[in-house]
């Protein structure tokens, strides 16, 4: 730019449109003219806003540094042919600027897609489109090509003859030539070109094709790959982006954190954030770790002060309600008092009335006596009745299955069976005889063809059959019916009447059923005649009765009247009791509950002080965790605990720093124990880092035992294990992306290029999805996906391109670590019983303090979540009692876990030096790569040399304890 305050640009000049033609701009580039600082950042900010509408969201920041690396990429892009040297490190926008520019110039941005198998061949293939599009199109075409994708020397040798001549020997065989360039002669013919039409060709592309190399700096190979490709330096315009300006790193803090209300205004906070990152660079620290390392400071601070606000208020609250409920007490005392008077004066007022009721009530006695005589009489001639009743009902019950059983028969019979009957000229005698019989049943004397067909032919026949009441039937009927039935009995059987006809078996069955009842109807007049006259003593009876209980009903209603004056002189003591007694009630529970809670109640009474402190500090606090989780985890120990240091100096905390402290909680830790992870404070805070990091964590772990961890903690989230030399890993990455499955990638000693894209979330806007590339394929991307990725060599080759994309956690063995591990095996050795003591006794430990811990987050949240007076709400009372006292109890346990706990370690003391002189040597085995790069010893052969050397006898004695 010409000064601090105004660029020169390309952009929307003007110039363009009225003075130069397409081949012009071509030919000779585009226009340049001068562009405020203002306009130019504001013209940036809405190509970004379109961008990111169109596409996908650039993670760019927009400050002074980084529009001039936006002038100086739109200078050399907007010349004809401008191509880019962008040597640099990771995270100094240059990618992503070089996208802008380009989307701004609407020119076509190409950049190979890697595959897992991605070769020589494939990568000819890419670099042919977009020659073909720059020399046969004539589009403007910017290849962007970064590390990961140039793979090895001969891949930039493609790159270095496009540059230098405009074509790759080879690229195109000559037979494709002749059909590629024959559209191109009309233009060549108007242009006034002269050469042969393939030198039009290479000409067009070199007006046409803009190369932009971003390439990291600090790569062992980048001076070496320079020097072997002159083009690099003598055909691109080199930018040099390693780290931002220090008046950059005070801006962008204030561009990162302008969104986050719990950041503070002052300026402080960001100089001492670019202050870390300096401490940081020797480290490998980058711009882009600078970038993650402020926006996880802006997740850090605004979780962990929701956390401690919200603890803060429960607080408050929880004392609140304490002191409220002591408040409560007193005055409760004193208003018990007076009612105890009351309620004296009201129970003699009560027993008076009770006596005046007592008397009132013995008049009544005696009408109910009578009452209840006339209701054991009114008892005996009801169950006569229902005797008699019985009895009848038995001796029908014989036959009316059969009547029943012949009405639906005959309600069944379908109108065409009667008209097949009625139809005939001259009957069947079977069918006769059954008609005769039913026509006599039904009273009709006359038992004629003529009348038989009539009959039939009523409407509603079959109803009328069904229907029929056999108590109807006289003596007279039913002795002709049965005279008939005797006489012609063959006509009623079923089989008989059923070859007649279909209508005549049931009708047959009607008249035999009927008989049959009006029989039983005859045997069982005289039951029904005493049946009737026990149904007349009955109503006398229940007359009486009436009228005994009218009389009764009157002498209640002088008790009741007596009983309502009597509960109205009772309900005043009565009420006073109850209120009395549960106050009493409240008052004792209360008094216990806060004598209980005085230690609670002075612990979190410090707890709410220390807060506001806390809450001050918070912001460096949290610089110092989210710088930790950026640029510590790769580190060792003590290096970590060195930089920790410094920084506290830095940052002049007053209150000393604590990683683990500020991020998790015991309860938390204690449940990844239980998981699997090792119980030291580099394992503990690795872990922290897995789990809170934006970027993808890369476990170096030679023991294994993260990783093991990491997949039981994991294990509940649809989590899928890969290793990065399975035949099926690109399948296993699609279908977790695809679903938001949580990927671990095991065995990983070197990125895979495939998971660049995914690594750095370059998410495709695909309408209201967003998408990613995954080799060849642009895959649905599901939010929930999560991927980790793990190795056991303890010192992988990371290139720097690589480590930006990643967070490297080293789970290293420390000193202390692998001697606890040696200490375990040896007294798994010499004495099992102690190790399976310990270990079921740290089990045990771990799972009390997780109750306490749980206990005393209950009891808290009981008592601030409480509404209106607690003293009343006995449900709550009782509740933290409970509680209270399990807590007490587990605490009691805590102890006598802890003094068996230190009788133990005594125990296991005498193993110690074993353990630490093991773990010297293991250490001092790893220095002797030093010395020569041939010695090489894994922790797992050291662990096999160690137990063997456990189960050799001691030399020169028969006590394996005396080595």
Known sequence: GLSAQSYFSAFNTGIESEQMDEVTVQQQGRALSRLSKLDFGQLLEQGLLKYSREYTTLNLLLFDEMLELAAAVDRTLSRAGGSLLLAGRAGAGRRATVALVAYLHQMELYSPKITRNYS??????????????????????????????????????????????????????SEELDALLGPLQDEAAQQGWRGNMFSFFTHRVRRNLHVALVLDCSRN??????????????????????HWREESMQEVPRLVLQDCP????????????????????????????????????????????????????????????????????????????????????????????????????????????????????????EAELAEAQRVIQSKLSSVEPDVQAAKAAVGRLKPESLSEIRALRAPPPVVRDILQGVLTLMGIQDTSWMSMRSFLAKRGVTEEIVHFDASRITDDVRAGVEAHLQANASSFEPATAKRASQAAEPLAAWVKANISYSAALQRIGPLTAKNNELKA?????????????????KIDGVVADLRRNFERSTSESAKLKMELEEEQKVITAAETLIGKLEGERGRWQDQVAAFAQRLDELPSQALLAAAFMTYLPQCAERERQSMVSSWQTLAQLATPFDFCGLMTTESEQLRWRAEGLPSDALSVENALVILNVAQPAYLIDPASRATAWLKAHMQNNRLEVVNQQDANFTTALELAVRFGKTLLIQEVDALEPILFPILRRELVAQGPRFCVQVGDKLIDYNEEFRVFLSTRNPRPEVPPDSRAVITQVNFTITHAGLAGQLLAKTIQHEKPELETQKLELLHKEEALKLQL????????????????????????????????????????????????????????????????????????????????????????SFLQLFDRALKAPAPGSSSSSSS
């Open 221 to 242: 190979e980048f001076a070496v790959t320079c020097e072997s490709n002159p083009a690099y330096y003598k055909e691109c315009t080199l930018i040099w982006k390693d």
């Open 120 to 173: 020589l061949k494939q990568f000819k293939q890419d670099l042919r489109s977009a020659v073909q599009t720059a020399g046969i199109a004539g589009t403007a075409v910017v290849l962007v090509l970064e590390d990961y994708q140039l793979m090895d020397s001969s891949y930039h040798e493609l790159i270095n003859s496009l540059l230098s001549t405009g074509e790759i020997p080879g690229l195109f065989k």
């Open 262 to 381: 719990e950041v503070p205004a002052e300026r402080a906070l960001g100089e001492l954030a670019a202050r870390i990152h300096q401490t940081c660079l020797p480290l490998g620290a980058t711009s882009m770790h600078y970038t993650t390392f402020l926006t996880a400071f802006k997740t850090v601070l605004s979780s962990k002060t929701h956390v401690m606000r919200k603890q803060q208020t429960r607080l408050q609250a929880g004392l609140s309600k304490l002191q409220d409920a002591a408040t409560l007490v007193d005055s409760l005392k004193a208003k018990a008092h007076k009612q105890s008077q009351l309620l004296a004066t009201k129970q003699r007022e009560a027993d008076q009335a009770l006596e005046e009721i007592t008397s009132s009530m013995a008049k009544a006695s005696q009408q109910k006596t009578e009452v209840e005589l006339v209701k054991k009489s009114l008892a005996q001639e």
């Open 537 to 553: 003593s009955l109503a006398e009876s229940q007359g009486k009765l009436a009228t005994l209980m009218e009389e009764l009903a």
């Open 853 to 940: 811990n749980t206990l005393e987050e209950q009891l808290l949240a009981e008592l601030a979540a409480a509404e209106g007076n607690i003293l009343e709400n006995r449900t709550l009372l009782t509740s933290l009692n409970e509680t209270k006292a399990k807590s007490s109890t587990i605490k009691e346990a805590l102890e006598q876990s802890l003094q068996v706990q230190q009788t133990l370690d005594q125990e296991r003391q005498a193993y110690e030096p074993v353990a630490h002189k093991a773990s010297d040597l293991f250490f001092v085995l790893q220095d002797l790569s030093k010395v020569n790069s041939m010695y090489q010893y894994s922790l797992a």
